[in-house]
């Protein structure tokens, strides 16, 4: 079975994760996913296939014919973004893609928006129809792992640990990773873009929500009295520099991103997610915020506004210049297969950036992947075969050492 078979069913099951719910995972239907990935595992031969009560699917794959004595770890996340619908995916297939615009139900994939697109003709390219996301990110990398897993049983091989999570996309997939349980000494996340991505350094990130209170009275007696909740909102969004969003910044560039807005005069909720390469520069963005609410607080009386702030994971860099051999290997198997591999920065985050600052040594590789998070989500039969490709040879590579 080809990667993309596997992908093509586990991309309709509704998995979307919720950070609202305090619970783990944050949504039961995730668990839906995890138990036909334990018995795929199962009927593969991965004997301990099982999920755990937090809905985390683990497996091991013992050594064979191999001296090399460590054990190499695979993960991938099952939960998609909250950010877009991913309840009734339909995947479709394009065959011979001609690298030119796709119309979907209500818009177009198309090279202005995408300007890869082009380098994509002659494939098979795999989009939604236009009201959901895909769920490339992160099934792909799931479809791409079982799929080495079936091909090298039979080859020589390390002990293999593999793992798949839940919550990865609301930043709480680390929260219950039981390190013991997956016993390995490095591992890769397979949750990047292109195939050529091999990539060591993400964003810090954390988690900020401002909860405003404001002063409800008759409009026509409110004089020097009313403090309108919403009107208190805009202002805390206005002082941020409106230069730094998502839409304005890339390569190494941070941002505040305004994710949810809610309110009236009585209250008002404004969400945001922070991001920055730099470990000094997260840190002024937070003191920024905070610079913020006791302005505000000022102007207006105390715990006008509150401000909280969540921690959600840290650039994995910090870790990763102990163990570049996890990144020298991939180079030379992405090499090796006729591409040049890329170190680009994640503008995001993955699994292994928080289980690599918990001891657990984990770069990020690609899935072949574009436009994640959202209705343009698109990825190909090729690239996802590509993939297994990059994964086989990372085993093999690692089968070789003593």
Do not use: W
């Not at 619970?23 to 009927?43: F, G, N, Y």
């Not at 840290?314 to 996890?326: P, Q, S, W």
């Not at 090796?336 to 920065?345: D, I, K, N, Y």
């Amino acid at each position: 079975m080809q990667a993309y078979e596997r992908f093509l069913n586990y991309a309709k099951v509704y998995t979307t994760s919720d950070e609202t719910t305090g619970t783990v995972p944050s949504t039961e239907r995730q668990k839906v996913l995890a138990e036909m990935l334990v018995s795929e595992m199962r009927e593969m031969g991965i004997a301990d296939a099982h999920m755990d009560d937090h809905g985390y699917v683990y497996g091991h794959i013992p050594a064979k014919d191999c001296a090399a004595t460590l054990r190499l770890g695979f993960i991938a996340h099952m939960d998609t973004a909250p950010d877009f619908c991913g309840e009734g995916v339909k995947p479709i297939l394009h065959k011979n893609y001609d690298g030119g615009a796709i119309a979907l139900q209500g818009l177009t994939l198309s090279p202005a928006m995408f300007p890869h697109l082009p380098s994509l003709k002659g494939r098979t390219l795999i989009t939604a129809d236009g009201t959901t996301l895909l769920g490339s990110d992160d099934k792909a990398g799931i479809a791409e792992i079982l799929t080495m897993c079936a091909e090298i049983m039979d080859k020589p091989h390390p002990a293999l640990s593999i793992a798949f999570t839940p919550d990865e996309e609301i930043g709480s997939s680390a929260d219950s990773f039981d390190l013991r349980t997956f016993a390995a000494d490095f591992a890769y996340t397979v949750d990047g873009g292109a195939e050529n991505e091999i990539v060591y350094e993400n964003f810090n990130a954390g988690a900020a929500v401002f909860q405003v209170h404001g002063v409800n009275i008759h409009p026509g007696s409110a004089k020097d009295t009313m403090v309108n909740a919403a009107l208190v909102a805009m202002e805390i969004n206005t002082a941020l520099p409106a230069m730094e969003t998502p839409a304005h910044t890339e390569g190494y560039e941070g941002f505040y991103h305004l994710t949810d807005m809610t309110g009236d005069v009585e209250a008002a909720t404004l969400s945001y997610i922070i991001r920055d390469h730099s470990a000094a520069r997260f840190a002024s963005r937070i003191e920024t915020l905070r610079h913020i609410e006791k302005s505000i607080n000022e102007k207006y009386g105390a715990e006008t506004v509150v401000l909280t702030i969540r921690e959600q994971y840290r650039n994995m860099a910090e870790v990763m210049g102990d163990h570049l051999h996890l990144v020298e290997t991939a180079d030379r198997v992405i090499t090796a297969l006729g591409m040049v591999p890329s170190h680009e920065p994640i503008r995001g985050g993955t699994d292994g950036a928080r289980l690599s600052f918990m001891g657990l040594p984990c770069p990020n590789l690609g899935t072949g992947g574009y436009a994640f998070h959202g209705p343009y989500e698109h990825n190909t039969v090729e690239g996802m075969d590509t993939m297994v490709k990059v994964l086989s040879g990372i085993v093999s590579e690692y089968a070789k050492q003593k």
